[in-house]
């Protein structure tokens, strides 16, 4: 079904509304968007899956930067960045995830991203379904 998201996260500065195609399915739910934050910027397809039974979430981004992580709260689990440069191999620590639920459709999830011995971000990324705005 195709619906109305907004995406905040530490990364930019204002949140991003954007319409995505969003599927439910066996305990998981199924989101697909594109994001391009300026005219300098290539547009990403994203892909994130928020499996709600076993409390974890992939986040798939396909463009001129590719990037697959798995995220699990309390956890440490790896993932790539892919670049021009190759691929940058990176540690995910998840703080925390509040999953969506009938009384609220927001996904927020915290997590820091290392590289060897080096922090590349510490971020807040949250996901709400605007329903004012679902178009079926």
Known sequence: MKTMIEISTNVYPEPLRTNAIRDENDG??????????????QESLYELVIDTKSGSAKVKRSGNIKS??????????????YTFYGL??????????????????????????????????????????LLQNTNT
Not at 28 to 41: L, N, P, T, V
Request: net charge negative; with cysteine.
């Open 88 to 129: 940058i191999p990176v540690k995910i620590h998840t703080d925390y995830m509040n999953m969506p639920s009938a009384v609220s459709e927001v996904f927020e999830m915290s997590y820091t991203l290392s590289s060897g011995d080096n922090e590349l971000i510490k971020n807040t990324f949250s996901l709400k379904r």
């Open 68 to 81: 697959e992580m798995d995220f699990k709260a309390g956890e440490e689990t790896l993932g790539g960045i």
């Open 28 to 41: 998981k739910i199924f989101y697909k968007w594109c994001e391009q934050r300026s005219a300098d910027e």
